[in-house]
């Protein structure tokens, strides 16, 4: 804990403008309201960039950039398609326009919880690969210097914030722990269906190429594992086989909500 609040204290003393990197499938639960007030303590610019938005609706997307827009300027972008990076890239230049920074290069500090994508925005804004990625958590290792032109260059930091916030379930939705690291891999898969049937059943049904109609989320898990041919002897389900797959697919973003 001692040393996530020293490097997040670090960044924001070094960074001449902030992102908070929040994931758009779970834009409050991914905020941070401690570091959020650090930001506001330093006076310095604020962006809240919603990540992953090709993985949520349009409605759902305008609903948070409108929510959280009250609290600091908002965009979305997909770090994965580079979709919304260019506007990202103007946002920032158009929060310090008004500074006294001159003849150096604006340093943007990233902040989030671990995997809600800090590099793959980093290298959308850049246009090229230069920060590592990962679907699962933990792939930066230290804070990074990237330099994306125009004057631009980011600090990237590992996922800073604790993830001893969430429980289990939550440490799965995103990714925080893959299926290898989960204790209760079935409990994890049965909330990704509730999720995806509450948001868009849809999807799940063409993606699993199964019909849902009226079953309960465990019968669900039944059904997906029976399609997949996850059998075990006696023609009983594979659950916990059937649990991870559907935990891999949706941390390997197949789904959108």
Known sequence: MASYRILVKDVI?????????????????????????????????????????????????????????????????SGKDRFGTTILRHKILEVVEASTIKDRNILVGCLGYPNTGKSSVINGVTGRHRAGTSSISGHTKGVQHVNAGSRIKFIDTPGVIPTDEFDEVMQGLLGVKDATHLKDTIGVALKIIEVMCSQNRAALEAFYKVEIEGQDIYEILELIGRQSNFLKKKAEVDETRTAIRIINDWQKGQFVV
């Open 13 to 77: 003393k070094q960074a001449d403008v902030l992102l908070e990197i929040v994931d758009a499938r779970f834009p409050d639960e991914t905020r941070n309201i401690d570091v959020e007030n650090q930001i506001s303590r330093s006076k310095k610019p604020f962006i809240i960039v919603l990540n992953k938005c090709d993985l949520v609706s349009k409605e759902k997307l305008e609903n948070a950039k409108s929510r959280l827009s009250k609290f600091a300027p908002t965009v979305f972008v």
